[in-house]
């Protein structure tokens, strides 16, 4: 299997521009999660899908960002307008499981977004 | 505010030598994993520890899962530049669906 996939590998922008970045799991897996990366914050769990529905988005920052998963395969993490301080490097997991005891995570190689 | 606490956050050693880290918390965890991130790519899973003073061993890596599922150490014999990385612990509460992650300890091994 290819692993979790994740696309751009960097993209850089300007404050106020929409940004989206795209994420296809691991085949079978059920369970699909977006993180943020920084060096003061650490990893951050911004939204969780199980079976393609929204589960928690509680760790959305705020209406700006928005995130779908419109089919197994697939989602998506949008960040409209986009600002300096959402310069991050952004995850993709996948999980088999939907039980974080038994589940491990699958993570991609990372969205390393700066806005200028 | 992090759940898990991890100590050191920096760890500069010689190739050779051993080292240690350390994840806790003051919540139960009902498992506790441990992953290794190397620069420019995502977390691996290294091990899942699940009873209360378990150790399991992955070839010069020795985990440990304290008695009361609260803490958890890392300790690595012989480093190797090999094992430099962020090393990630994370916990998960029974039936929850979320990991908390620590902050992380940067390992650099010096050849």
């Known amino acids: 299997d290819a692993g979790v996939i994740q696309s751009p590998r960097h993209e850089v922008t300007e404050m106020g521009q929409e940004v989206t970045l795209r994420c296809k799991p691991i085949?079978?897996?059920?369970?699909l999660f977006w993180y943020r990366q920084t060096m003061m914050r650490g990893l951050e769990l911004l939204i969780y899908f199980n079976n393609n529905v929204p589960i928690d988005d509680s760790g959305m920052p705020e209406d700006r960002f928005s995130a779908k998963m419109p089919n197994a395969s697939f989602s998506t993490l949008k960040i409209q307008p986009s600002e300096p301080r959402d310069s991050a490097v952004y995850f993709c997991?996948?999980?088999?499981?939907?039980?974080?005891?038994?589940?491990?995570?699958?993570f991609g190689e990372g969205s390393r977004l700066t806005v200028l | 505010t992090q759940l898990l606490e991890q100590s050191p956050q920096f760890l500069s050693i010689q190739e050779g030598e051993n080292l240690t880290v350390y994840c806790n918390s003051s919540?139960?965890?009902?498992?506790l994993q441990w992953y290794r991130q190397e620069p420019g790519e995502g977390p691996v899973l290294l091990v899942t520890v699940v009873t209360g003073g378990e150790v399991k061993k992955l070839k010069r890596l020795t985990f440990q899962f304290g008695d009361a599922r609260k803490d958890s150490s890392l300790h690595i014999t012989a480093a190797q530049p090999g094992d430099t990385g962020l090393y990630l612990c994370a916990g998960a509460a029974s039936n929850d669906y979320k990991l908390s992650f620590g902050a992380g300890t940067t390992v650099t091994v010096r050849a």
């Open positions: 919540s139960v965890f009902s498992s």
């Open positions: 997991a996948s999980s088999l499981y939907s039980r974080a005891v038994t589940g491990e995570l699958f």
């Open positions: 085949s079978g897996h059920n369970s």
